[in-house]
Each structure stands twice: as structure tokens, then as C-alpha cells.
């Protein structure tokens, strides 16, 4: 239930999203991200407490910038983000993650001056998909991440499906530069969420706090945006 009432907020963003870009600068939104989680596992899983390293994704989508005034502004995106982190580990051996996102930037924007923005707001993402890629030995590995609740059983790890919550968030700190309708961007994304779910063993009791395995998304982003109607 929780997760449709998401979804269905999400649709809802969209509707809205496309009805007010009609009358406000839309801007075609492109770029990469270079990705990492903060990861703190307790020590009973040791299994997942090795460092985790950059890893690069992609970011796609849209932007409105709505004008407040002279010096101020509101600009509400929709992007597809892909997240994940790395392991690279001895020789050609490594434990790649990806994680696809489709998140709602709300951020507001300060005119520094006319050509420096500061932007600042949180963000809201749901989890639309991913894999991750494991090679030891010559071996490669691929299973994938399957999006849920943040209550699971223990049994959703069976088979090649790594469960995770769909629900991310956070907040997004960047500056712009803008040459004429295109606008450079430099962003930081600190995820709050806590990527793992609780698990559970059927019957209510907890087999694995979510408090003992704690990822939460970093993305360093660079971007452009091109406003298409101004």
C-alpha cells in the first residue's frame, strides 16, 4: 500500500510537473554522476564493511525554472539517475552496483549575480531498477536489485534479487553557470535514506535491523541544462 501511494505521488508530480512547464522555462537537463555511498555496516556483517569506491552513472531529464524574482527562484526537475557504488578489488576482480533512480529534485535557486546561481533543496527518488556485477576468479556474477517496502522478509534475498527499499531522499547543494539559455551545474546529492530494508523472519520478528547495515547515496554531479523556451 505504501509503496503504491508512492508511486501514485510520483504520477502525480509528473501530471503537475507537465501542466506547469507549459507556461515556465523548461530546460532539457544531461549529464554524469560519480557515485558512492556512506556505508556503515555493524560488525556482525563483516562481509559488507570493505570501502566502496567511485562509480560512474548518468543523469537525464528535465527542469522548469520558475522566476520568484529578480534574485530568487524555484526549479523543479524529474530526472532518470543512475546511483551505485564500486569495489574494485585484486587484480581484474571487482563488486559493482548500479541503481536506477527516477528522482524529483526541488530545488530553490539564488542569483549570486547574472551569470552565478546557488541552488538548495531536497530531493525525492523511487527505485526503478539496477543490477550488480560481481567477477572473482574469471567468474562474473549479476543479480538484481529488487525495490520494496522497508519491511521485508528474509526470504526476499533467494534467488538473484538483492532486496532494497524504493524510497530514497535527501538533499541536493549546487552552483550554476549560465552562458546564455545554457546553464552549467555542479551538484552534490547526500542521501538520508537508508537504502536496506528491515527483514524480518516471516512472522514479525526482526532478523536484520536496518540500523546494522546503513547505505546512503553520494552523487558528485556535473550537468547541463538548456532552456528550449525562452
Known amino acids: 500500500m505504501k509503496i503504491e501511494l508512492s508511486k501514485s505521488i510520483v504520477l502525480l508530480f509528473v501530471f503537475v510537473f507537465v501542466?506547469?512547464?507549459?507556461?515556465?522555462?523548461?530546460g532539457l537537463n544531461a549529464g554524469i554522476n560519480f557515485n558512492n555511498v556512506s556505508a556503515e555496516v555493524s560488525d556482525d556483517f563483516p562481509e559488507?564493511?570493505?570501502d566502496t569506491e567511485l562509480k560512474i552513472g548518468y543523469r537525464i531529464g528535465l527542469v522548469i525554472d520558475i522566476e520568484l524574482s529578480d534574485s530568487f527562484g524555484f526549479q523543479p526537475?524529474?530526472?532518470?539517475?543512475?546511483k551505485g557504488f564500486s569495489n574494485e578489488k585484486e587484480g581484474d576482480d571487482y563488486d559493482r552496483s548500479t541503481l536506477n533512480y527516477l528522482e524529483i529534485p526541488l530545488n530553490a535557486?539564488?542569483?549570486?549575480?547574472?551569470?552565478?546561481?546557488?541552488?538548495?533543496?531536497?530531493y525525492v527518488a523511487v527505485g526503478v531498477g539496477g543490477k550488480n556485477k560481481f567477477r572473482s576468479n574469471?567468474?562474473?556474477?549479476?543479480?538484481?536489485?529488487?525495490f520494496g517496502p522497508t519491511e521485508r522478509p528474509v526470504t526476499?534475498?533467494?534467488?538473484?534479487?538483492?532486496?532494497?527499499?524504493?524510497?530514497?531522499?535527501?538533499?541536493?547543494?549546487?552552483?550554476?553557470y549560465s552562458v546564455g539559455v545554457?546553464?552549467?551545474?555542479?551538484?552534490?546529492?547526500i542521501g538520508l535514506s537508508n537504502m536496506f530494508p528491515h527483514f524480518t523472519d516471516g512472522f514479525g520478528n526482526v532478523v536484520i535491523?536496518?540500523?546494522?547495515?546503513?547505505?546512503?547515496?553520494?552523487?558528485?554531479?556535473?550537468?547541463?541544462?538548456?532552456?528550449?523556451?525562452?
Open 19 to 26: 501542466q506547469e512547464a507549459s507556461s515556465q522555462r523548461i
Open 48 to 50: 559488507l564493511s570493505s
Open 77 to 82: 526537475g524529474l530526472i532518470f539517475s543512475s
Open 109 to 122: 535557486r539564488l542569483n549570486i549575480s547574472e551569470k552565478i546561481t546557488f541552488l538548495l533543496g531536497p
Open 138 to 146: 574469471g567468474e562474473v556474477v549479476e543479480t538484481s536489485f529488487n
Open 156 to 176: 526476499a534475498f533467494q534467488g538473484n534479487n538483492v532486496p532494497l527499499r524504493t524510497i530514497d531522499y535527501g538533499l541536493n547543494i549546487g552552483i550554476g
Open 182 to 189: 545554457t546553464s552549467i551545474n555542479f551538484g552534490y546529492g
Open 209 to 230: 535491523d536496518s540500523d546494522d547495515i546503513k547505505f546512503s547515496s553520494r552523487v558528485i554531479s556535473l550537468s547541463i541544462s538548456h532552456f528550449i523556451n525562452e
